[in-house]
């Protein structure tokens, strides 16, 4: 897109961006090193969305609250290209189960209420089987442009998980490895030549004391190859030990399979991987601990060459958890940097019937809580920079550069046209201004003379060119241990890179460099994008 996107074009530009960004690109995918790319070799950015479909009722989640429709529209419409669709393995492979047409299956549980709903919104549902009725949703997001990766999320239909609930790993009560591949075999099978399902996910979030490195390999690789067998469209998703945190005997020890250019894994990242650190700690240091726990446990595999899908991570949209609204800045600057496929738990604003509870809150959830509207729209707009690429293969011819990134916003600096603007703002990540983070410590406008400059406590920075830049007010450390605060020197003041009012960019007093507290306000984050620079 490059040199196209110049000021003069830049709505048009936008409009293409935009437009892109709707149709499906050309199917099936492949992997090119850590990237996931199409058939052009033009890197495809999983911008997905969880969409529970394993809970006892064995239906997609919301049906009874809007029409199928509305929700693949409203999906597309919140920039998710891609829904990662959950399902129970009992579903096919126990023929009570898959004979079940949805009415019976609500009945079970007494779900007059959902069961009503559904005669409003979705009335064909209630006579067709709950195997239908997941091609049905699959079909309709395919009708909408959205992929769809299906997640083989338990065996016994039920919410999950915990180490004993006996769908934890390979022997567990109710997770026998033939049945295991018989489901996805199944599956497999039945979504074969069903274009926008692009991968899927062996198992999710393995557990419990069964733990086993050799019975993981050896499993995993026997249901990689039974869907690949089954379906060679497919990416194969793999996921890790202790709900999906740990994928750390890889560094050792490839998975071995026959094909290529398909294989996947995946990871989940929750504020309750470090509750009491997140609420007790200083945020800068758990976010570095947390990161680097990622770093050895999963990331590592970027590096070897396979792309990592951060398959479920999300907050309480209500904003009153200290744990998660901490951990958010965390993630957000983490998925930027590395540009990770990712997957929010979650779509769902309700259940049909959850841990015994009818019509439950889904907090996390995008949807609110009759699935007609967005829950928080201001976490909306966070995700949307991370919903786009900042780079990959076939999508820019340009250099890698750099973008000050803001995760606590979710905004960048905006590309000005010649001169900085001033004052600097943060704005959209669509068009960032390029910077160099140069060894002197200026943060320069890439191949200009112009530097961010402190003008003392809560202004507006402003920009210095040529011998301003050696003035210590232009030198700006990264300090803390997650590197994320900017600091400086204005008349002996310690100062920081910080937001003030309007977005724009200020320096204030540094802010919880130590104890329980909130830095995320001066947080700020160095990424590399190829992306709308010319
Ligand atoms: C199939 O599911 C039904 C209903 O949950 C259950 O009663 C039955 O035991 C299951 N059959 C097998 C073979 O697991
Ligand atoms: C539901 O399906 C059954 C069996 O296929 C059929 O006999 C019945 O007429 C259907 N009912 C409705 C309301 O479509
Ligand atoms: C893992 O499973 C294998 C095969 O069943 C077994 O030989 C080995 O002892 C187990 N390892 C551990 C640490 O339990
Ligand atoms: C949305 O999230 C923000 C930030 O966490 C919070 O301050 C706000 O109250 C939330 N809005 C709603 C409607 O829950
Ligand atoms: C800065 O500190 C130095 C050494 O402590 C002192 O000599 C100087 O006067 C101070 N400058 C200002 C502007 O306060
Ligand atoms: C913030 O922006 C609005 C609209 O551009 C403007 O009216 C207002 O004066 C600005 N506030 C401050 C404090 O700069």
């Given at each position: 897109?490059?040199?196209?996107?110049?000021?003069?074009?830049?709505?048009?530009?936008?409009?293409?961006?935009?437009?892109?960004?709707?149709?499906?690109?050309?199917?099936?995918?492949?992997?090119?090193?850590?990237?996931?790319?199409?058939?052009?070799?033009?890197?495809?950015?999983?911008?997905?969305?969880?969409?529970?479909?394993?809970?006892?009722?064995?239906?997609?989640?919301?049906?009874?609250?809007?029409?199928?429709?509305?929700?693949?529209?409203?999906?597309?419409?919140?920039?998710?290209?891609?829904?990662?669709?959950?399902?129970?393995?009992?579903?096919?492979?126990?023929?009570?189960?898959?004979?079940?047409?949805?009415?019976?299956?609500?009945?079970?549980?007494?779900?007059?209420?959902?069961?009503?709903?559904?005669?409003?919104?979705?009335?064909?549902?209630?006579?067709?089987?709950?195997?239908?009725?997941?091609?049905?949703?699959?079909?309709?997001?395919?009708?909408n442009d959205v992929m769809v990766i299906?997640?083989?999320?338990?065996?016994?239909?039920?919410?999950?998980?915990?180490?004993?609930?006996?769908?934890?790993?390979?022997?567990?009560?109710?997770?026998?490895?033939?049945?295991?591949?018989?489901?996805?075999?199944?599956?497999?099978?039945?979504?074969?030549?069903?274009?926008?399902?692009?991968?899927?996910?062996?198992?999710?979030?393995?557990?419990?004391?069964?733990?086993?490195?050799?019975?993981?390999?050896?499993?995993?690789?026997?249901?990689?190859?039974?869907?690949?067998?089954?379906?060679?469209?497919?990416?194969?998703?793999?996921?890790?030990?202790?709900?999906?945190?740990?994928?750390?005997?890889?560094?050792?020890?490839?998975?071995?399979?026959?094909?290529?250019?398909?294989?996947?894994?995946?990871?989940?990242?929750?504020?309750?991987?470090?509750?009491?650190?997140?609420?007790?700690?200083?945020?800068?240091?758990?976010?570095?601990?947390?990161?680097?726990?990622?770093?050895?446990?999963?990331?590592?595999?970027?590096?070897q060459g396979y792309p990592l899908f951060?398959?479920?991570?999300?907050?309480?949209?209500?904003?009153?958890?200290?744990?998660?609204?901490?951990?958010?800045?965390?993630?957000?600057?983490?998925?930027?940097?590395?540009?990770?496929?990712?997957?929010?738990?979650?779509?769902?604003?309700?259940?049909?019937?959850?841990?015994?509870?009818?019509?439950?809150?889904?907090?996390?959830?995008?949807?609110?809580?009759?699935?007609?509207?967005?829950?928080?729209?201001?976490?909306?707009?966070?995700?949307?920079?991370?919903?786009?690429?900042?780079?990959?293969?076939?999508?820019?011819?340009?250099?890698?550069?750099?973008?000050?990134?803001?995760?606590?916003?979710?905004?960048?600096?905006?590309?000005?046209?010649?001169?900085?603007?001033?004052?600097?703002?943060?704005?959209?990540?669509?068009?960032?201004?390029?910077?160099?983070?140069?060894?002197?410590?200026?943060?320069?406008?890439?191949?200009?003379?112009?530097?961010?400059?402190?003008?003392?406590?809560?202004?507006?920075?402003?920009?210095?060119?040529?011998?301003?830049?050696?003035?210590?007010?232009?030198?700006?450390?990264r300090i803390t241990n997650s590197k994320?605060?900017?600091?400086?020197?204005?008349?002996?003041?310690?100062?920081?890179?910080?937001?003030?009012?309007?977005?724009?960019?200020?320096?204030?007093?540094?802010?919880?460099?130590?104890?329980?507290?909130?830095?995320?306000?001066?947080?700020?984050?160095?990424?590399?994008?190829?992306?709308?620079?010319?």
């Amino acid at each position: 897109m490059g040199n196209f996107c110049s000021f003069t074009f830049l709505l048009l530009c936008l409009l293409m961006i935009s437009q892109q960004m709707l149709a499906l690109p050309t199917l099936p995918l492949h992997t090119k090193l850590r990237w996931i790319v199409d058939e052009d070799g033009k890197r495809v950015k999983l911008a997905c969305v969880n969409w529970v479909g394993h809970l006892q009722p064995m239906l997609a989640e919301g049906l009874s609250k809007q029409p199928l429709d509305t929700i693949s529209k409203k999906i597309l419409s919140m920039g998710f290209n891609c829904v990662r669709l959950t399902w129970p393995t009992f579903m096919v492979t126990n023929e009570t189960l898959s004979s079940m047409t949805v009415r019976e299956s609500f009945q079970i549980f007494n779900l007059v209420e959902s069961i009503a709903g559904l005669e409003v919104n979705n009335p064909s549902f209630l006579n067709i089987t709950v195997v239908q009725a997941q091609q049905e949703v699959v079909k309709n997001l395919g009708e909408n442009d959205v992929m769809v990766i299906l997640d083989n999320h338990v065996s016994k239909p039920m919410w999950c998980c915990n180490r004993f609930d006996g769908n934890g790993f390979f022997g567990d009560r109710y997770f026998k490895p033939s049945i295991w591949l018989e489901g996805l075999n199944k599956i497999a099978t039945m979504f074969n030549g069903v274009q926008n399902v692009i991968g899927m996910s062996l198992r999710n979030e393995l557990r419990g004391p069964r733990r086993n490195d050799s019975i993981w390999y050896n499993f995993m690789q026997k249901g990689a190859e039974t869907v690949h067998d089954a379906n060679p469209n497919l990416l194969v998703i793999l996921s890790g030990h202790d709900f999906d945190k740990d994928l750390g005997m890889l560094k050792n020890k490839p998975v071995k399979v026959s094909f290529k250019k398909k294989l996947v894994f995946e990871v989940h990242w929750y504020s309750f991987a470090a509750t009491d650190g997140w609420i007790n700690g200083n945020p800068n240091d758990v976010c570095a601990s947390q990161v680097q726990f990622l770093r050895d446990h999963a990331f590592f595999l970027l590096d070897q060459g396979y792309p990592l899908f951060l398959s479920e991570w999300g907050v309480n949209l209500k904003g009153d958890n200290v744990a998660d609204n901490r951990y958010s800045s965390c993630a957000f600057a983490l998925a930027a940097e590395l540009d990770l496929d990712w997957s929010l738990w979650a779509l769902m604003g309700s259940y049909y019937y959850r841990e015994n509870v009818k019509g439950m809150n889904e907090f996390y959830g995008a949807l609110n809580l009759d699935w007609s509207e967005i829950r928080n729209s201001s976490f909306m707009e966070r995700l949307s920079a991370l919903q786009s690429p900042f780079r990959g293969p076939g999508l820019s011819d340009h250099e890698q550069y750099n973008v000050i990134y803001h995760p606590f916003k979710g905004l960048c600096i905006p590309k000005s046209v010649d001169a900085p603007v001033v004052p600097a703002k943060l704005g959209s990540c669509v068009q960032p201004e390029a910077w160099s983070y140069t060894p002197e410590k200026n943060l320069q406008i890439k191949d200009t003379y112009y530097c961010l400059q402190a003008d003392g406590e809560g202004k507006s920075v402003k920009f210095g060119t040529d011998g301003d830049c050696q003035s210590p007010s232009a030198k700006w450390e990264r300090i803390t241990n997650s590197k994320f605060h900017f600091s400086t020197t204005v008349e002996n003041t310690t100062l920081c890179l910080d937001i003030g009012s309007n977005n724009t960019i200020v320096t204030n007093q540094c802010k919880c460099l130590t104890g329980s507290c909130e830095p995320a306000t001066q947080w700020f984050h160095i990424i590399p994008s190829t992306i709308g620079y010319d």
